[in-house]
């Protein structure tokens, strides 16, 4: 099924407004970030279901699961690779405790990457990122590697994740940044005061993670019914007052939907995709019920007077 797409940054990617994202199908309970049981049948069938239906690219790091994701992709994508661009991470390396820290020195990412070429089955990556910024290892050496693997092959091009518009500075001289991924949602808006205006003018292009806050912005979310070791039941918004103030704004925005005949999750991702600076929004998908959705923001276009009215309901939140 054809779907409308958009350049990212100065690549020849042309991707779909939506993505797959998979740090919800990596869960695992050694994982910190558990989002609870995962059965790995489902998370196949869902990529499987959004590649059918159109969606072009995917979003994946080794730090989901400590490489579960990946591996769960590449079954995914057997007999597949040509149909989609696969977007992964690197710099993310789990510690002896459990948790994680950030290693981007060269020797570690030419390890790195080979780890998630055989997890993805693959030969090449389209777009490789630095997960998060390593405070020990200056950017000019790391991204000298990431030039050096796309001369090999290895990787088509080059982007970053959560990094500040001064290292963006930093590495524009030594060849353009096709994307920078960031959190961005109707109830994280950080990045609309710098790293956006910065991207826009300099040509690159932004996907955002937390689409959906994690599942904070989903129509049938209950923190009642989530797996007692889900990671969400201690995420900040679970906490009080903030989830009765956020549970209120569900349901203003819900009638705002609703209205349209739309769903909450639609109107959420339409308002990222009204942004001029995003090219694309990742939405997390667990089964194919999930996949079959995940379009279905992408075509609402908001008139003035809609914009108006989620921003007017949005004053609840800022305030």
């Known amino acids: 099924m054809q779907q409308i797409t958009r350049r990212l940054g100065q690549s020849d990617l042309y991707i779909t407004k939506v993505g797959i994202g998979t740090a919800p199908i990596g869960s695992t309970p050694e994982w910190s970030v558990n989002w609870g049981p995962q059965d790995e049948n489902e998370a196949v069938r869902a990529i499987e279901v959004a590649i059918d239906l159109g ?12 490489g579960r994701a990946e591996q769960i992709v590449g079954k995914a994508l057997r007999g597949k690779r040509d149909k989609v661009y696969i977007f992964t991470k690197c710099g993310t390396l789990r510690n002896e405790q459990g948790g994680w820290y950030e290693n981007l020195r060269p020797e570690s990412l030419r390890r790195e990457v080979e780890a998630s070429l055989r997890n993805l089955q693959t030969d090449y990556i389209d777009l490789y990122q630095f997960h998060d910024p390593d405070p020990h290892t200056p ?30 500075e930093r590495v524009l001289p030594l060849g353009p940044i ?58 900040p918004y679970a906490r009080q007052p903030t989830y009765a103030k956020l549970k209120q704004l ?14 909450l999750f639609e109107l959420a991702i339409a308002w990222i995709l009204a942004q001029p600076a995003v090219t694309g929004a990742i939405v997390g998908i667990r089964n ?32």
Not at 200 to 223: C, E, M, P, R, Y
Not at 293 to 312: D, P, Y
């Open 55 to 66: 969606v072009n690219w995917i979003d994946t790091a080794p730090f989901y699961g400590w």
């Open 250 to 263: 569900r349901a203003n925005l819900r009638t705002i939907a609703y209205g349209h005949n739309r769903k």
């Open 288 to 319: 194919a019920r999930e996949a079959e959705q995940m379009l279905t923001g992408s075509n609402w276009i908001f008139t003035e007077e809609e914009r108006a009215e989620i921003e007017k309901a949005l004053t609840l939140w800022e305030s």
């Open 139 to 168: 950017i000019e050496e790391s991204w000298a590697t990431m030039k050096a693997l796309i001369q090999e092959g290895k990787v088509r091009y080059g982007g970053l994740s959560n990094h500040t518009i001064e290292l963006m």
């Open 178 to 235: 096709t994307s920078n991924q960031h959190q961005y949602n109707l109830l994280h808006r950080d990045i609309e005061q710098d790293v956006l205006p910065f991207s826009q003018k300099h040509g690159i292009g932004v996907l955002t993670w937390a689409s959906l806050a994690s599942g904070f912005l989903v129509d049938t979310f209950n923190l009642d019914d989530l797996d007692p070791q889900d990671f969400r039941r201690k995420h």
